[in-house]
């Protein structure tokens, strides 16, 4: 899907983007999403926020090696965005009322 986001750039103001913390095989393409994301000048006010999901299955990586890999410390200081991550399980609802509070808290600040 990732060639057709960009149409939905404009008027954005909050993003979400879904890492599959089960599949580190993924990592770099999700990387290479993320920095052109990051780089769209329609998406420079917006507020990311970064979810690690599936973290209730096993992987033979942590969270912490997944972030390091991809050096996402450097990229959050990099950032003209705001950018917060969390580590969510869709399937059990784990950090469900994280996400929540973050979209209301970037609702707030955008209104
Ligand atoms: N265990 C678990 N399964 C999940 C979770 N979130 C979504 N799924 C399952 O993951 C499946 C969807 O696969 P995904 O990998 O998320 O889909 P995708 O990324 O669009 O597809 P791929 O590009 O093939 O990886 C569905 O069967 C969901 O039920 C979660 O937090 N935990
Ligand atoms: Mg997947």
Redesign the pocket.
């Known amino acids: 899907m990732g060639p057709i986001w960009s149409s939905y750039y404009g008027n954005c103001h909050s993003l979400l983007f879904m890492i ?1 913390a089960s ?1 580190p095989t ?1 990592l770099s393409a999700s990387c290479v999403q993320l920095l052109g994301l990051l780089s769209a000048e329609q998406l420079a006010e917006a507020s990311v926020l970064i979810l690690f ?2 973290i ?2 096993p992987c033979y990586m942590t969270i912490e090696e997944m972030q390091s890999l991809i050096r996402l410390p450097d990229i959050i200081a990099c950032a003209k965005q705001n950018i917060t991550t969390a580590e969510i ?3 059990k609802g784990t950090g469900l009322s994280e996400v929540l509070q973050w979209l209301q808290d970037t609702h707030r600040s955008h209104s």
Do not use: C, F, R, T
């Open positions: 599959d599949n993924q999901n599936k209730d299955l399980s869709a399937l």
